[in-house]
Each structure stands twice: as structure tokens, then as C-alpha cells.
């Protein structure tokens, strides 16, 4: 951390203008300095990604050519990539997916006293479970 902060702290420094030393008698000339905002454009061209692959093509076709199969390659991927639409259930396919539907779910209730019986298998056993049951229902 000491280390990015003296690296900052060296970064701020040179960015800012140098100080001005004492005006000597001697030094009566002026000197003039400009500060020119230096603008940076980062913003990406629509078409980058499909300049940047026809770069590192081949180049056996036109770029225009070339675009427009990359963005047509692209769509069909994203296509490819997303789930498939339902469709829609016809009156003869309904009774088929209800049944399916509820031979595919599995119960997942648990029964009122299952902490008991839990309780129950890891004691000793040395009563009958009604018995215990009662007792832990009690306690």
C-alpha cells in the first residue's frame, strides 16, 4: 500500500505544473506557458469487432462482404446461445404434459415429527419410539 501511494503521489506530481522559482533581478524576461488539454476520445467504433476480426482474417474477401457475414455469424451465436421458445400447447398434447409434469415432481414434505424420529435413531434405542416420542414432545 506505501508503495502505490508513493507511486501515486509521484504520478500527481509530475502531472501538476512545476513551481515557479523566485523572480531574480537578472531573469527579467518573461517566459509564456501554454496548457494544452490534451482530449481522449475511448469511445469503440459500432463496427470494431468486425474491423478487428477482418484484421486478423486472411483478407480473402472485401471488407463490406466480410461485415456483413461476421454480423450475420454473430447473430446466428447469440441465437444459438438462447433458450428455446414453448410453444404453444395444442388441446391433444395438454393431458400428456399435466401427466409428466406429475410423474417428473417428487415429494419433498417433511412429516410433523420428523425431529423426533431423528432424536429417536441417534439415542440408544433403549425405549420404544412412541414412548420416546412422547417424552421428546414433553421435554
Avoid at 509564456?32 to 470494431?48: C, H, L
Avoid at 433458450?83 to 406429475?102: C, L, R, Y
Amino acid at each position: 500500500k506505501a508503495k502505490y501511494e508513493a507511486d501515486a503521489v509521484k504520478l500527481v506530481k509530475s502531472k501538476q505544473a512545476p513551481k515557479e522559482e523566485p523572480v531574480s533581478e537578472e531573469k527579467t524576461e518573461e517566459v509564456v506557458v501554454e496548457t494544452v488539454e490534451e482530449s481522449s476520445d475511448v469511445s469503440i467504433p459500432y463496427d470494431a469487432a468486425a474491423k478487428n476480426a477482418y484484421e486478423a482474417s486472411d483478407k480473402s474477401m472485401d471488407y463490406a462482404d466480410f461485415k456483413a457475414k461476421y454480423e450475420a455469424d454473430a447473430v446466428k451465436l447469440v441465437k444459438s446461445k438462447q433458450a428455446p421458445k414453448e410453444e404453444p400447447v395444442s388441446e391433444e398434447k395438454t393431458e400428456e404434459v399435466v401427466v409428466e409434469t406429475v410423474e417428473e415432481s417428487s415429494d419433498v414434505s417433511i412429516p410433523y415429527d420428523a425431529a423426533a424420529k431423528n432424536a429417536y435413531e441417534a439415542s440408544d434405542k433403549s425405549m420404544d419410539y412412541a414412548d420416546f416420542k412422547a417424552k421428546y414432545e414433553a421435554d
